[in-house]
């Protein structure tokens, strides 16, 4: 048989948009959980801008926080899985405005190696909030 004819069905599950992201493990759920604790989450945004972020943190190599204050994370489901985040490779988004955006590309790599270690997409981008007193 042809390699083309295995490669249909993946091909169709990846554009009918039922790509689901890797679980997390106990220990990356608990980080999660932590860092969003006493946090309510909104809307689901498509767009935010690059100068808000203060920190960023890999829950693990699909699950990203952009932390812009102490009242305000967002959580970034990647398309896809940039392999080394959660190990401590550099993020590489590519965006040529003042936007990180869903559809971005990016890239993990690591800078001691100088390798490129992994390749994905920014998804949607959910904020959470500390809600008012």
Same mark, same amino acid.
């Given at each position: ?6 490669? =249909?069905?993946?091909? #169709?599950? @990846?554009? %009918?948009? $039922?790509?689901?992201?890797? &679980? ?6 608990? !980080? ?19 100068? =808000?972020?203060?920190? #960023?943190? @890999?829950? %693990?190599? $699909?699950?990203?926080?952009? &932390? ?6 967002? !959580? ?23 936007? #990180? ?33």
């Amino acid at each position: 048989m042809r390699a083309w004819m295995f490669l =249909g069905p993946i091909m #169709l599950a @990846a554009c %009918s948009g $039922s790509y689901e992201p890797p &679980r997390l493990t106990e220990k990356q759920t608990m !980080r999660l959980e932590a860092a969003l604790a006493g946090k309510v989450a909104g809307e689901k945004v498509s767009c935010i801008s690059r100068f =808000g972020q203060t920190n #960023l943190t @890999a829950i %693990s190599d $699909s699950v990203l926080l952009y &932390r812009v204050s102490g009242r305000l994370v967002y !959580r970034n489901d990647l398309i896809g899985s940039c392999s080394g985040l959660s190990r401590g490779d550099t993020l590489i988004v590519e965006s040529h405005t003042s936007q #990180l955006c869903r559809g971005d590309m990016a890239r993990s790599a690591d800078l001691l190696a100088s390798m490129v270690t992994g390749s994905c997409a920014l998804g949607d981008f959910t904020p959470y909030r500390t809600p008012a007193r």
